[in-house]
């Protein structure tokens, strides 16, 4: 059974950083895909950044300011947030799609939350 176990939010003032971290286990192929959305009070999931290989992409909301990277060996996914804005609260969700199972595979949320 393939879990994903997000760790590293929490309460910032504005301009502060977190770190989030996704630790990948159990899948019997490799993740090629890792990535984090996040999802706002009253508003869609959407994709943060996502790492495929050592290609990166970010939402545009979170370019210069967010950093996505993973170490293979741990099958472990960061997500650097620098320069946090009150818009970057809410619930962070790791992600991992795993063709070989034909489905994603999602972390349990993670809350962060940014004062102004």
């Known amino acids: 059974q393939v879990q994903l176990v997000e760790s590293g939010g929490g309460l910032v003032q504005a301009g502060g950083s977190l770190r989030l971290s996704c630790a990948a286990s159990?899948?019997?192929?490799?993740?090629?895909?890792m990535g984090w959305y996040r999802q706002a009070p009253g508003k869609q999931r959407e994709l943060v950044a996502r790492?495929?290989?050592?290609?990166?992409n970010y939402a545009d909301s979170v370019k210069g300011r967010f950093t996505i990277s993973r170490v293979n060996a741990k099958n472990t996914v960061y997500l650097q947030m620098n320069n946090l804005k009150p818009e970057d609260t809410a619930v962070y969700y790791c992600?991992?799609?795993?063709?070989?199972?034909?489905?994603?595979?999602w972390g349990q949320g993670i809350q962060v939350t940014v004062s102004s």
């Open positions: 992600n991992a799609p795993i063709s070989w199972y034909g489905r994603d595979y």
């Open positions: 159990g899948s019997r192929v490799s993740i090629n895909v």
């Open positions: 790492i495929t290989g050592g290609v990166t």
